[in-house]
C-alpha cells in the first residue's frame, strides 16, 4: 500500500539553526499538508499545497516557516531558525484532490521528532 | 472559538466493553468528518469517514447528528489493541479554502 515518508525520523538542532524536513507524499496525491504536534497537545494544521503554491496556511506558519517542492516527488518544510517553542513531532500528509480540502481524508507521514536544544 | 471539542478522557474499559465517544463542531455547514486514531507518539491513521447519516465497519460505529452539531464513535466489544487516542477531525474554514483541524483527541484504554 502507498505511503507518505518522512525523514528523517529524528531531527536535533540548536536553536537558530535552519531545518529542513523532507516528505515524499504518496505519488498520485494533488495535496499536500504540514501539520505539527507539540508533545501532549493537539495535531495542529500549519501549511497546505496544492498546484505548487501554498493554499492555505496557518497563524503558526509565519515567515521562519517555507515550503518546497523541488522535484515531482518531494515536499519540504523549513524552518530558518529554529526556536526552543518548535520543537514538536512535525507530520506531512497528502491527499488524493478528488474532492477539495477540507472534504477529504489525509494519509500522514510517521513524523519527524524535532528537538530544538 | 475552538470547531471541534472532545472529552478527553481516558476512558478505562474492560475487554468486551462498548463505549462511546462525542465529538462537537461549531460551524454548522460542516458537511465532512473524520475520526483517526493515533497510537503514542505516532502518526494519525484513518479510522472512518462520517459524510452523511453514518458509518459503519465492524465494530466501529460513527454517527453524524446535524441539529445538535456532534460526531460520534461507537466501539462494540472492545479490544487491547483498540487503546489509543480517537481524534475527531472536521473542517475548518477560516482560510480562502479550508482545512482540516483536529480535536484534542479522547484517550481509550482497554483493560484485561
Known amino acids: 500500500e502507498p505511503e507518505v515518508t518522512q525523514t528523517p525520523s529524528h531531527q536535533v538542532t540548536q536553536m537558530g539553526q535552519e531545518v529542513i524536513l523532507r516528505c515524499v507524499p504518496i505519488?498520485?496525491?494533488?495535496?499536500f499538508y504540514w501539520y505539527r504536534q507539540i508533545l501532549g497537545q493537539k495535531v495542529e494544521f500549519l501549511v497546505s499545497?496544492?498546484?505548487?503554491?501554498?493554499?492555505?496556511k496557518s497563524e503558526i506558519f509565519d515567515d521562519q516557516f517555507s515550503v518546497e517542492r523541488p522535484d515531482g516527488s518531494n515536499f519540504t518544510l523549513k524552518i530558518r531558525s529554529t526556536k526552543l517553542e518548535d520543537s514538536a513531532m512535525y507530520f506531512c500528509?497528502?491527499?488524493?484532490?478528488?474532492?477539495?480540502?477540507?472534504?477529504?481524508?489525509?494519509?500522514f507521514g510517521s513524523g519527524t521528532q524535532l528537538s530544538v536544544l | 472559538r475552538k470547531e471541534v471539542e472532545q472529552d478527553p478522557g481516558p476512558f478505562n474499559v474492560p475487554e468486551g466493553a462498548t463505549v462511546a465517544f462525542n465529538c462537537t463542531y461549531s460551524?454548522?455547514?460542516?458537511?465532512?468528518f473524520f475520526w483517526y486514531r493515533q497510537d503514542c507518539r505516532k502518526e494519525p491513521k484513518l479510522l472512518m469517514s462520517?459524510?452523511?447519516s453514518g458509518n459503519e465497519d465492524g465494530r466501529f460505529t460513527a454517527q453524524l447528528n446535524r441539529a445538535s452539531q456532534y460526531i460520534s464513535l461507537l466501539i462494540r466489544d472492545s479490544k487491547l489493541s483498540d487503546s489509543a487516542t480517537y481524534l475527531c477531525?472536521?473542517?475548518?474554514?477560516?482560510?480562502?479554502?479550508?482545512?482540516?483541524?483536529f480535536g484534542k483527541g479522547t484517550k481509550l484504554s482497554v483493560k484485561p
Open positions: 462520517v459524510y452523511s
Open positions: 505519488s498520485n496525491h494533488l495535496y
Open positions: 477531525v472536521g473542517p475548518y474554514y477560516g482560510g480562502s479554502q479550508g482545512n482540516l483541524i
Open positions: 499545497f496544492y498546484n505548487n503554491e501554498i493554499s492555505e
Open positions: 500528509a497528502s491527499s488524493r484532490g478528488t474532492v477539495r480540502p477540507p472534504n477529504e481524508k489525509l494519509f
Open positions: 460551524n454548522s455547514a460542516s458537511q465532512s
